[in-house]
């Protein structure tokens, strides 16, 4: 059984940075993919980036909202996911979840990609 647990929330200013962390336990050597989704009040979950690989490659995608500000990293070794939040704004505000991929089903940015979940962290960004 996969387990997924984040970590790194909080409360921070207009401006500011946080990093985000997702520990991965049990079998996940067969997903290519993991993925970061985020869910407002009142709003859809929605895709943030992911992180793939290709060959002996890893790629990073990420939504439109967050480019150029966010940033997502894999460590195999931890079996750990990272996503580093820069210039965060008050619309980045949110429950943020990361998941598993399934083996070879896409598109990532669809949550139907996914097949396990954390719990996710909550992520304020307020003056």
């Known amino acids: 059984q996969v387990q997924l647990v984040e970590s790194g929330g909080g409360l921070v200013q207009p401006g500011g940075s946080l990093k985000l962390s997702c520990a991965a336990s049990g079998d996940t050597s067969s997903s290519d993919v993991m993925g970061w989704f985020r869910q407002a009040p009142g709003k859809e979950r929605e895709f943030v980036a992911a992180?793939?690989?290709?060959?002996?490659?890893?790629?990073?995608d990420y939504s439109d909202a967050v480019k150029g500000r966010f940033t997502s990293s894999r460590d195999d070794a931890k079996n750990t996911i990272h996503l580093q939040m820069n210039s965060l704004e008050l619309e980045d505000t949110g429950v943020y979840y990361c998941a598993l991929g399934v083996p070879g089903r896409r598109p990532f940015q669809s949550r139907e990609a996914y097949s396990y979940w954390g719990q996710g962290t909550q992520v304020t960004v307020s003056s």
């Open positions: 992180v793939w690989r290709m060959a002996d490659t890893y790629y990073g």
